[in-house]
């Protein structure tokens, strides 16, 4: 029973699983996927908890690391591959299929309102939102 508690998602994490998580039931994800084993972090700056993205081997699930303090959500604590990191508001817009643009998504990043490590395994989030 104390196992059940430490899965619990909390915060953003749960935003994000609830957005990701039916990816498990589509048949191409998994055969696209089968191979491949990621782990991308996604922190909310203004949140108390961030979200880590795993992919692993054609299934999807996410876990909630707290992002305070900033040793937690560190490469070699968390494991990740990819960290993409912004305010709650652009995640809420990027996760709720808003008029993103390329160019705003640059316009972002050189204006550091997003900070991105890994760029290769943060740019398979685009693969994942084409699934739905």
Request: no cysteine; aromatic share 10%; hydrophobic share 45%.
């Amino acid at each position: 029973m104390a196992e059940e508690k430490k899965k619990r998602l909390k915060g953003f994490a749960k935003v994000v699983a609830k957005e990701v998580e039916v990816l498990n039931t589509i048949e191409q994800f998994k055969e696209d996927f089968k191979d491949s084993e990621l782990k991308i972090l996604l922190n909310a700056k203004d949140g108390k908890y961030a979200a880590l993205l795993v992919i692993d081997k054609g299934k999807v699930y996410v876990e909630s690391i707290e992002n305070n303090p900033k040793a937690n959500i560190k490469k070699k604590n968390a494991g990740w591959d990819g960290f993409l990191e912004a305010k709650m508001q652009l995640f809420v817009e990027l996760l709720g299929g808003g008029d993103i643009s390329t160019g705003s998504i640059i316009w972002k990043i050189l204006t550091f309102r997003i900070k991105i490590k890994g760029i290769k395994s943060v740019l398979t989030l685009l693969k994942l939102f084409e699934y739905e």
